[in-house]
């Protein structure tokens, strides 16, 4: 895992969901902690019964369940995608921000934080191959200065290696701040990089705060109906 250091500057709180705008598709990450030993459970746990949920979840586009050793247990991420604001809320019971999964289950981990964001559909790189390793990178700056950042990113999706088969810049707003999520699907470990570290340091270096997380990835999928 890599954290950037924050400067200082104070953030607010985060809006509801009332501010996200329709016509964007929704990226909801939820986090948690797994106990130990507690992994292979966990995963039994999702494809059982997760799957079958998301399988059928109208609106839901993407979806990715993974794990990354924290000493001795594991931080757990969920991540989805839905098609608009009102197909996130419904597949939530109109609740965006408790953190839970799309089945409501968490016996087998500790749900401690929950974020959504809004995806430009020009910044969307899709595909159905597995994915073996999930990234997630998020970034803080001031309001304005993340437009500049976004349009990098997305220029500079090509300059990746094919064995990253999705990617996904969203931006959320908190307080006086902008939170800018690159997510990142790969069908493995670059030779060429570490995923560990900032792909690009000369955008990393414009972010007030930044934290890049590495998971493996023990589900991913897509509705039935996409």
Known sequence: MYR???????????????????????????????????????????????????????????????VRPVADTHALAVVTFSTSVDAALAAYGGDLDTARTLDGLSEHAVLTEVSYFEVDESQLRRSTADAAILRITLGRIAQGVDVAIQQELRARLPELDEVMTEAYVGRRIVGTDVEVAFISAWEHAPSDRSLDEPLWPDIAARYDTLLVE?????????????
């Not at 590495?214 to 996409?226: K, N, Q």
């Open 214 to 226: 590495t998971y493996l990835t023990i589900l991913s999928g897509a509705s039935a109906e996409d």
């Open 4 to 66: 950037q250091p924050c400067t200082g500057r104070r953030a607010g709180t985060v809006p509801g969901p009332g501010r996200l705008r329709e016509s964007r598709v929704i990226l909801r990450i939820v986090r948690g902690n797994v106990p130990p030993g507690g992994v292979a459970q966990l995963a039994e746990g999702f494809v059982t019964r997760y799957l079958p949920v998301a399988r059928a979840t109208p609106g839901l586009v993407r979806f990715h369940v993974a």
